[in-house]
């Protein structure tokens, strides 16, 4: 997967463990993935959660046919943190025809949930 000149690469996301129905990705607590106040901004944890759901997905569609994108995410800030790396595990929890219901668990290195997600994603035909 190129990552390079994408939201991806610019949050510096590398992806540890991608297997059918869960993925697992990291991302550092830097000055990318900051708000203006040093604490890790949500709305990079909320991008995080996206791509490992987006991620997850294309592992379980027909890529001749089928392509994924978001439909809806929810997300839940548990706990601030300042640097270090987070780890998001993501876990299928519904996998239908048109839709598919990701929860996403991230963590950090002393496995404090930092934030807790819900991702659907739509299997839409291709043109």
Not at 20 to 48: W, Y
């Amino acid at each position: 997967m190129n990552t390079e000149n994408t939201l991806i690469g610019a949050l510096g996301i590398e992806f540890v463990e991608l297997g059918k129905g869960n993925v697992i990705a990291t991302m550092p607590v830097n000055e990318n993935t900051r708000q203006p106040f040093g604490f890790l901004h949500g709305g990079a944890s909320v991008a995080l959660a996206e791509t490992v759901a987006s991620v997850g997905a294309v592992q379980l569609i027909d890529l001749d046919k089928e392509i994924c994108f978001g439909l809806e995410i929810n997300a839940n800030h548990i706990k601030a943190k300042r640097e270090g790396i987070v780890t998001a595990t993501g876990t299928v929890m519904h996998q239908g025809r048109t839709t598919m219901v990701w929860d996403i668990k991230i963590t950090d290195e002393d496995d404090q949930l930092i934030c807790v997600s819900r991702c659907t994603m739509a299997v839409v035909p291709k043109r």
